[in-house]
């Protein structure tokens, strides 16, 4: 009987001790997400950028492995003037703010669409792109309507905001399409590989990625743009609430390229032509 409540005694302690070590993880968490950590990234010189390096054109890597892409000159351009370099980190996109929560990354630069949902866990700077959700098929599968997907099945990548936009806007298409449960992917670049091959006959994908990828494949001919109702986007910088400083000399450096033409520059080598809205 002695040796059972011994026992018992020291599996509460145990317990108790775990609780508290819990408590305490989640309070440097908290603490860290509250901290304004301007003043020791000026220090450091460097702050890190979460991005998925294959969502071109804003964040990618070149056949040689370079990373490019105009998030990549625009995120350096605002920090080369206060200074500090830009390190990037390839991070699985569905747990992007987890990797900013848990001080991986300091920044979230990488066609991140500011919304309600995200804003609850994320700080955002000022929109510095604005975006819209399309629908890329095969033309011919002469699919020219969200109506066209009925029955048919979607791609679409995890974590992203068609993702989000798929699932809070229901009747616009994730209604219409097959057992109304669209097929996940971790990149853009292996769902347009299963597009090809026809395993999938939609994607769901931003306009900036789509415009991009199909003006640079051989067959671009082959594919089609359906533009449905989605909302357009704003693309933001997200942040940790604390990093009130960081979000003002972001803002302020958006701004100054804007202003000094360096925006133009950017826009122009990564989309030519193409109206893009700022």
Same mark, same amino acid.
Request: glycine fraction near 6%; hydrophobic fraction near 35%.
């Given at each position: 009987m002695k040796k059972k409540i011994m026992t018992l005694g020291l599996l509460f302690i145990l317990l108790i001790g775990m609780a508290g070590s819990l408590s305490g993880c989640e309070s440097v968490t908290t603490r860290a997400n509250t901290q304004d950590t301007w003043a020791k990234i000026k220090k450091r010189g460097t702050v890190v950028v979460g991005l998925d390096d294959s969502f071109v054109p804003m964040g990618f890597r070149e056949k040689s492995g370079k990373l490019v892409g105009y998030d990549v000159d625009l995120a350096r351009a605002v920090f080369k003037l206060y200074g500090i370099k830009v390190s990037f980190q390839t991070i699985d996109w569905s747990m992007n703010a987890t990797e900013l929560r848990n001080g991986t990354i300091d920044?979230?630069?990488?066609? &991140?669409?500011?919304?309600?949902?995200?804003?609850?866990?994320?700080? @955002?700077?000022?929109? &510095?792109?604005?975006?819209?959700?399309?629908?890329?098929?095969?033309?011919?599968?002469?699919?020219?309507? @969200?109506?066209?997907?009925?029955?048919?099945?979607?791609?679409?990548?995890?974590?992203?905001?068609?993702?989000?936009?798929?699932? /809070?806007?229901?009747?616009?298409?994730? /209604?219409?399409?097959?057992?109304?449960?669209?097929?996940? &992917?971790?990149?853009?670049?292996?769902?347009?590989?299963?597009?090809?091959?026809?395993?999938?006959?939609?994607?769901?994908?931003?306009?900036v990625y789509a415009s991009y990828y199909i003006k640079h494949e051989a067959n671009s001919a082959d594919y089609q743009e359906t533009q449905g109702t989605f909302k357009s986007e704003d693309f933001a910088v997200g942040m940790r609430k604390g990093d009130k400083t960081m979000k003002a000399k972001i803002n302020a450096g958006l701004k100054t390229l804007k202003a000094n033409g360096t925006l133009a520059k950017i826009n122009k080598k990564w989309f030519g032509n193409q109206k893009v809205e700022n």
């Open positions: 920044l979230i630069w990488n066609g &991140y669409t500011k919304n309600p949902q995200r804003e609850k866990v994320v700080a @955002f700077s000022d929109t &510095y792109l604005k975006n819209k959700q399309v629908l890329v098929s095969l033309k011919k599968n002469h699919i020219t309507s @969200f109506n066209d997907m009925t029955g048919k099945t979607l791609g679409v990548q995890s974590g992203s905001s068609g993702y989000e936009s798929l699932e /809070n806007n229901p009747k616009l298409l994730k /209604n219409k399409i097959a057992k109304k449960t669209p097929i996940q &992917y971790d990149t853009f670049t292996n769902a347009f590989l299963d597009l090809n091959a026809g395993r999938i006959k939609g994607l769901l994908i931003d306009s």
